[in-house]
């Protein structure tokens, strides 16, 4: 029987203030809570909504990538190729997983969600915490909390 919880609990010390990153990161956390709830320790049921949530969670990751890609390029982030290459290897480890489990090895539902809830807790709270802070020093506060960016090489704007 599934669960109805959360493995991670969304609050404010995980925001940047960027409505566009804070939504993305808000996703990724709900995407690990349906994981967590559809451990039932069934076997054929894990590994069936394995195989439906895979594609869901590479698409969110590539798009949230590029995203602060786009965004530390826009606005010359410093640590942009290291935070880059956290990205490239995340990408790599998560793309091996999925080999794995297509090629037939058995991917554990539990040892994956907890994967993703380490690495999302640990990239927030250490890696994007360093472009949080530079952004917060770039950015406008809106009357509303938000902050406005403006990009360099781009006449738009990212809230």
């Known amino acids: 029987m599934a ?6 609990t969304w609050s404010n010390t995980f925001a940047c203030g960027i409505k566009i990153i804070d939504d993305q990161h808000k996703s990724m956390v709900n995407l690990v809570n349906d994981m967590y709830n559809h451990i039932t320790g069934n076997e054929w049921e894990e590994q069936e909504y394995l195989r439906r949530v895979l594609t869901t969670a590479v698409k969110y990751i590539r798009v949230h990538f590029t995203t ?3 965004i530390f390029i826009g606005t010359k982030f410093v640590g942009y190729l290291e935070h880059k290459k956290e990205h490239d290897h ?3 480890t998560v793309t091996d997983r999925i080999k794995e489990f297509q090629s037939g090895k058995r991917v554990s539902l539990t040892s994956f969600t ?3 809830k380490d690495w999302i807790l640990t ?5 994007d915490k360093q472009y949080f802070i530079y952004l917060k020093q770039i ?3 809106r009357p509303d909390g938000r902050y406005v960016i403006s990009m360099i090489n781009k006449n738009s704007q990212m809230m």
């Open 3 to 8: 669960k109805n919880s959360d493995l991670i």
């Open 90 to 92: 995340f990408i790599l």
């Open 123 to 127: 990239h927030i709270a250490v890696m």
């Open 114 to 116: 907890n994967f993703l």
């Open 68 to 70: 602060e890609e786009r």
């Open 139 to 141: 950015a406008v506060r």
